[in-house]
């Protein structure tokens, strides 16, 4: 059932085996396994990640390589929700642990007139993942008119996409511009763009020099293009450098603030799991991009897959058995 602040009460009471926060690749995944093992799931969802963003997904297998990655959401959603799972669009601000070995999951509901509710769980799988830092301009329309066409935020994703194409690398710290050297791998045409973010050293600057690769310091004023397909971009000082394509190298935020209260295992911003995607508590997975990986709308499926199915099989088997009763016949003489 879609839930909204219209028939939220139908829900506040029900305690689910799981809650998923996160409702890309890697949460529907799990939400699906979850209802067709008969488990009641509800997934929270604050709407347009890292996912949603993607125009065409084009390394998973069994899908057209130009289906949008919206598409596929959508899809996952109507059969989660065929399967009489519970949708929310909310934010998830904190989770609890109770006293009764349950989680308190603590959502905020709406954009200006905010409803604030609590829902209970057994088990939580964490599936908010992350978003990508774009170049940050005064017209960030002009900015998303490109990103997620030809100006990629994944090399192993998109590397395919920028073979032997005139290619511009975005970085905001000298240690991001190491990526040049594994992008060169799919393209020796790179011009690194700072922005003016960043300082680079003389021995960073030896080694692009070496490599033939251009560093550009002068910030970005904006991006040139039509119909989604960017061709370069314009400096401040009013000098245009011809682009075919581009790669966005200037991290990522991740969504997992609402974790932070609890005793988990981290490396970085990452939740260390488990081959079951299991973290360091054992009521508590996490899949897709904030367990340590890659991160690939493949890898996040698998990751959904794996999270129900440990989480089913602890339910199943702390559940009595169930028996066909009319062909069990009692011993002689049982007490009734």
């Given at each position: 059932?879609?839930?909204?602040?219209?028939?939220?009460?139908?829900r506040?009471?029900?305690?689910?085996d799981?809650?998923i926060?996160?409702?890309?690749?890697?949460?529907?995944?799990?939400?699906?396994?979850?209802?067709?093992?008969?488990?009641?799931?509800l997934?929270?969802?604050?709407?347009?990640?890292?996912?949603?963003?993607m125009?065409?997904?084009r390394?998973?297998?069994?899908q057209?390589?130009?289906?949008?990655?919206r598409d596929?959401?959508?899809?996952?959603?109507?059969?989660?929700?065929?399967?009489?799972?519970?949708?929310?669009r909310g934010?998830?601000?904190?989770?609890?642990?109770?006293?009764?070995d349950?989680?308190?999951?603590?959502v905020?509901?709406?954009?200006?007139?905010?409803?604030?509710v609590?829902?209970?769980?057994?088990?939580?799988?964490?599936a908010?993942?992350?978003?990508?830092?774009?170049?940050?301009?005064?017209?960030?329309?002009?900015?998303?008119?490109?990103?997620?066409?030809?100006?990629?935020?994944?090399?192993?994703?998109?590397?395919w996409?920028?073979?032997?194409?005139?290619?511009?690398?975005?970085?905001?710290t000298?240690?991001?511009?190491?990526?040049?050297?594994?992008?060169?791998w799919?393209?020796?045409?790179?011009?690194?763009?700072?922005?003016?973010?960043?300082e680079?050293?003389?021995?960073?600057?030896?080694?692009?020099?070496?490599?033939?690769?251009?560093?550009?310091?002068?910030?970005?004023?904006?991006f040139?293009?039509?119909?989604?397909?960017?061709?370069?971009?314009?400096?401040?000082?009013?000098?245009?450098?011809?682009?075919?394509?581009?790669?966005?190298?200037?991290?990522?935020?991740?969504?997992?603030?609402?974790?932070?209260g609890?005793d988990?295992?981290?490396?970085?911003?990452?939740?260390?799991?488990?081959?079951?995607?299991?973290?360091?508590?054992?009521?508590?997975f996490a899949?897709?991009?904030?367990?340590?990986?890659?991160?690939?709308?493949?890898?996040?499926?698998?990751?959904?897959t794996l999270?129900?199915t440990a989480?089913?099989?602890?339910?199943?088997?702390a559940?009595?058995?169930?028996?066909?009763?009319?062909?069990?016949?009692?011993?002689i003489?049982?007490?009734?």
């Amino acid at each position: 059932m879609k839930l909204s602040r219209k028939n939220l009460d139908q829900r506040l009471n029900h305690l689910y085996d799981v809650i998923i926060v996160g409702g890309g690749m890697g949460g529907l995944s799990a939400a699906i396994y979850l209802q067709r093992y008969r488990l009641s799931c509800l997934v929270i969802e604050k709407g347009k990640g890292r996912s949603f963003w993607m125009q065409d997904v084009r390394n998973f297998l069994g899908q057209d390589p130009h289906t949008p990655g919206r598409d596929v959401l959508n899809q996952g959603q109507d059969h989660f929700l065929s399967l009489g799972g519970d949708h929310l669009r909310g934010f998830v601000e904190s989770v609890e642990e109770t006293e009764d070995d349950t989680f308190a999951v603590n959502v905020k509901v709406g954009k200006q007139d905010v409803t604030g509710v609590t829902f209970r769980s057994k088990y939580l799988i964490a599936a908010s993942g992350v978003i990508d830092n774009l170049p940050q301009l005064d017209d960030m329309q002009n900015v998303f008119d490109y990103a997620g066409y030809n100006l990629h935020v994944c090399m192993i994703c998109d590397g395919w996409e920028m073979a032997d194409l005139k290619c511009g690398l975005f970085v905001n710290t000298e240690n991001a511009i190491n990526t040049a050297f594994v992008l060169n791998w799919f393209t020796p045409y790179i011009t690194v763009f700072t922005h003016g973010l960043c300082e680079v050293g003389a021995e960073m600057r030896g080694k692009l020099k070496e490599y033939g690769f251009p560093l550009v310091e002068t910030p970005i004023a904006r991006f040139l293009g039509e119909k989604h397909t960017m061709t370069g971009v314009e400096l401040a000082d009013g000098s245009q450098i011809e682009l075919e394509t581009g790669l966005v190298s200037m991290g990522s935020q991740y969504h997992n603030g609402y974790l932070k209260g609890l005793d988990l295992t981290w490396k970085g911003e990452n939740l260390v799991t488990d081959s079951m995607c299991r973290t360091s508590h054992d009521r508590i997975f996490a899949v897709g991009d904030l367990k340590e990986g890659i991160n690939q709308v493949s890898i996040a499926v698998a990751d959904g897959t794996l999270a129900a199915t440990a989480i089913w099989r602890e339910i199943r088997r702390a559940s009595p058995p169930r028996r066909w009763q009319e062909n069990i016949v009692e011993p002689i003489g049982a007490v009734l």
